[in-house]
C-alpha cells in the first residue's frame, strides 16, 4: 500500500498570504494524484487531478505540482473561504489512498 | 447538474447489516465508475470501494472485502453498499462519488480521483 504523508498538519495563514501544502508518497505515483478541500461539515470537493489540472470551477489561485513522490499544493493568496482541511490522493495503484490532511487555519 | 444522494444509514449493532444507496442525477450513470469513501469522526478520508460503469470490476479495500459488497443498477441510477458482519470500527459518514475519466483512441476509461461527492450517510456500529 502507497502512503501517503502531508505536511504540515496546520497551516497558520492570514488572508491574502500564499499557502504551501505538501504532499508526499511512499512510491512513484507518476502523477496520478488528487487534491481536496474540506470546510467543516460539508462533503470533500476535488480541487486538482493529474497532479496539476484544476477541476471544473476552480479559482486560478489554486495550483498543484510535482510528479513521482513529491507534490505541492499552492494557494497563491488566501480567501477566507479557502480555510479549510486539504487531502491529498493517489490513483496510481489500488488501494487508492489519501493523506492525513493539512488545516489550513486564520492565522 | 450533478447529484449524489446517498440514504441508508443510521445505527446498526456489531455482526449487524446495512445498505447504503446513492441515488445519481446529471450524467451518464454507466459511463462512469463509482466509488465510496468514508470518514470516521475526526478523521480523515478512507477509500472503500469503487465499481466500474458496466458492474464487471470491483475494487475492495482491505479492511472491508469479505464484509462488503459494492453494487449498481444503470437502470436505476443507483449505486449500493451491501455492509454486513458490521464493527465499530466501519463508524464512520460514507460518502459515494463519481471518478474521474479519460478519454483515449476514441473510448473512455476511468481514473480514480473522485470528481463529485455526495453529501453523506452517517453510520454506527454500536450496542
Known amino acids: 500500500e502507497i502512503v501517503m504523508t502531508q505536511s504540515p498538519d496546520t497551516l497558520s495563514v492570514s488572508p491574502g498570504e500564499r499557502a504551501t501544502l505538501s504532499c508526499r508518497a511512499s512510491?512513484?505515483?507518476?502523477?496520478?494524484l488528487a487534491w481536496y478541500q474540506q470546510k467543516t461539515g460539508q462533503a470533500p470537493r476535488l480541487l486538482i487531478y493529474?497532479?496539476?489540472t484544476r477541476a471544473t470551477g476552480i479559482p486560478a489561485r489554486f495550483s498543484g505540482s510535482g510528479s513521482g513522490t513529491e507534490f505541492t499544493l499552492t494557494i497563491s493568496s488566501l480567501q477566507s473561504e479557502d480555510f479549510a482541511v486539504y487531502y491529498c490522493?493517489?490513483?496510481?495503484?489500488?488501494?487508492?489512498?489519501f493523506g492525513g490532511g493539512t488545516k489550513v487555519e486564520i492565522k | 447538474e450533478v447529484q449524489l444522494v446517498e440514504s441508508g444509514g443510521g445505527l446498526a449493532q456489531p455482526g449487524g447489516s446495512l445498505r447504503l444507496s446513492c441515488a445519481a442525477s446529471?450524467?451518464?450513470?454507466?459511463?462512469?465508475?463509482m466509488t465510496w469513501v468514508r470518514q470516521a469522526p475526526g478523521k480523515g478520508l478512507e477509500w472503500v470501494s469503487s465499481?466500474?460503469?458496466?458492474?464487471?470490476?470491483?475494487y475492495y479495500a482491505e479492511s472491508v472485502k469479505g464484509r462488503f459488497t459494492i453494487s449498481r443498477d444503470n437502470s436505476k441510477n443507483t449505486l449500493y453498499l451491501q455492509m454486513n458482519s458490521l464493527r465499530a470500527e466501519d463508524t464512520a459518514v460514507y460518502y459515494c462519488?463519481?471518478?474521474?475519466?479519460?478519454?483515449?483512441?476514441?473510448?473512455?476509461?476511468?481514473?480514480?480521483?473522485?470528481?463529485?461527492w455526495g453529501q453523506g450517510t452517517l453510520v454506527t456500529v454500536s450496542s
Open positions: 462519488a463519481k471518478n474521474g475519466n479519460y478519454y483515449d483512441s476514441g473510448a473512455y476509461y476511468p481514473r480514480y480521483y473522485f470528481h463529485y
Open positions: 446529471g450524467f451518464t450513470f454507466t459511463s462512469y465508475a
Open positions: 465499481i466500474t460503469g458496466s458492474g464487471d470490476s470491483t
Open positions: 512510491q512513484s505515483v507518476s502523477s496520478n
Open positions: 493529474t497532479a496539476s
Open positions: 490522493q493517489q490513483y496510481n495503484n489500488w488501494p487508492f489512498t
